[in-house]
């Protein structure tokens, strides 16, 4: 085990230093439409990925087809896809400008200045329709933001409300002429947080190795069931989940905010090696209470992609304490979404004979794919071989959830009279002696 994990941090620093051009676990290309509210009229722009507009229009565009032979159809194809009424019923005018290429957050986008007009030539609330691209693709969102604090036409602070996400399910939006309650932005990063994070597969492992062993004791360098009783094993569960929020939560404000940057490609890679050392951790402790420490640890690690992803989504268009504090909010809901799904099976299975075949064969291939996204991920491959396996997973939570607390169900009827311990179980204070400074001791077996 030593040797394996070894092996799994040398591939790791030998990927890192190796990679040169940034890579994403989530990669978005989000549209983005950005508002300034004045007092006769609204104005900004759209910002549009050439990649994702090229497969709505079933064009091959380029950088320079988009300003050349292609420049008249897509000016008129965005046009016919944007228009906006005021709450009387009457519809505003819609102008799109010249458009132009500029590259936002690594990609391509054709950018079009907007401006929308009242018929009376007074702003008030109004509805937003737009489906540029996303009347095609149905993965595809726009992240709408709004501007309000102008002094006589002169704006005064860059920071945005978010007003919401234009989909395949969601194509208008209400547009407040005045601004309003932050609470809407907060509850819409929120709701980012948690869709984005709980179709992340790679954090969602991660937090899924590290409480296979939460109701177990690390002795003698191995797993032991152990005479704890559920209370003590809901507080390591906690223990668990606050490290990795307090992990991610600091390195998530730190890169939002600008004090830090790190290229994406290795942070992504290091998002798949924390999935393996906490996958090594499952099979065979590599230190007492490991999976608190590893938490904590490659929390950090985590905090910097969902940094990342903000910027993906546009969402640092916005106030950044808004976005911030909702985007955080959104990921530890799901954090507790799945601890509420797998916690009590994993717990009822732990005092089972089945738990160890259990234990090992989810760490397994948690190790297989984990070492499928870092080579993915470094390039030595063309693609993930697991990722219609992974995608369906993610997809079905609750077919999953469901079939582990069958599994635990069985594995406890099958079992028959209460859990007492046995030769192989240890006690809290067994746990609590098995410090690393001590970890070569023997023990009972």
Same mark, same amino acid.
């Given at each position: 085990m030593r040797r394996l994990f070894s092996a799994l941090l040398?591939?790791?620093?030998?990927?890192?230093?190796?990679?040169?051009? @940034?890579?994403?676990? &989530?990669?978005?290309?989000t549209s983005a439409v950005l508002l300034d509210i004045r007092d006769d009229r609204v104005e900004g722009e759209i910002q549009l990925p050439i990649d994702r507009l090229a497969i709505a229009v079933a064009r091959d565009l380029t950088r320079t087809s988009v300003l050349g032979e292609d420049r008249s159809f897509l000016k008129g194809y965005t046009a016919r896809h944007i228009s906006a009424v005021g709450e009387d019923?009457?519809?505003?005018? #819609?102008?799109?400008?010249?458009?132009? #290429?500029? /590259?936002?957050?690594?990609?391509? &986008?054709?950018?079009? @200045?907007?401006?929308?007009?009242? @018929?009376?030539g007074q702003v008030t609330d109004f509805r937003l329709r737009y489906d540029v691209i996303v009347e095609e693709l149905l993965t595809h969102k726009v992240i709408a933001t709004v501007r309000y604090d102008?002094?006589?036409?002169?704006?005064? /602070?860059?920071?945005?409300e978010t007003l919401?996400?234009?989909?395949?399910?969601?194509?208008?939006?209400?547009? @407040?002429?005045?601004?309003?309650?932050w609470l809407k932005g907060f509850a819409t990063t929120a709701g980012l947080g948690i869709e984005h994070v709980g179709e992340g597969a790679d954090h969602l492992l991660f937090?899924?190795?590290?409480?296979?062993?939460?109701?177990?004791?690390?002795?003698?360098?191995?797993?032991?069931?152990?005479?704890?009783?559920?209370?003590?094993?809901?507080?390591? #569960? #906690?223990h668990v989940v606050s490290a990795f929020a307090l992990g991610h939560s600091l390195t998530l404000a730190l890169a939002a905010s600008g004090v830090v940057h790190v290229p994406s490609r290795p942070v992504e890679t290091l998002i798949a090696f924390s999935i393996a050392v906490s996958a090594v951790h499952a099979v065979r402790p590599l230190v007492a209470r490991g999976e608190v420490l590893i938490a904590a640890g490659f929390g950090l690690v985590h905090g910097l992609a969902f940094a990342s992803l903000i910027g993906d989504l546009g969402l640092d268009r916005g106030s950044l304490v808004t976005t911030l504090l909702g985007f955080n909010l959104g990921i530890e809901l799901t954090q507790l979404l799945v601890v509420a799904l797998m916690m009590p099976s994993l717990v009822v299975l732990a005092r089972t004979t089945v738990y160890p075949a259990f234990r090992v064969g989810v760490a397994v291939i948690g190790l297989v794919f984990s070492v499928s996204w870092m080579l993915e991920r470094a390039n030595l491959t063309a693609g993930d071989p697991f990722e219609g396996v992974q995608t369906w997973l993610v997809g079905h939570p609750l077919l999953v959830a469901g079939a582990v607390a069958t599994l635990a169900v069985a594995a406890r009827l099958r079992c028959g009279a209460p859990w007492t311990p046995g030769p192989g179980a240890v006690s809290e204070e067994v746990e609590e002696a098995a410090s690393p400074t001590r970890a070569s001791l023997p023990l009972t077996p």
């Open positions: 040398l591939a790791a620093f030998l990927l890192v230093g190796g990679l040169a051009s @940034p890579a994403g676990a &989530h990669p978005m290309s019923g009457a519809a505003w005018t #819609v102008a799109l400008g010249t458009g132009s #290429v500029r /590259t936002i957050d690594g990609t391509a &986008h054709l950018v079009y @200045p907007l401006t929308i007009r009242p @018929p009376d102008f002094d006589r036409g002169i704006l005064k /602070t860059d920071d945005a919401g996400v234009l989909d395949w399910d969601t194509k208008s939006l209400r547009v @407040p002429a005045a601004e309003g309650s937090l899924l190795m590290l409480l296979i062993p939460a109701p177990l004791v690390a002795a003698g360098g191995r797993w032991r069931t152990g005479a704890t009783s559920p209370r003590r094993g809901l507080v390591r #569960v #906690v």
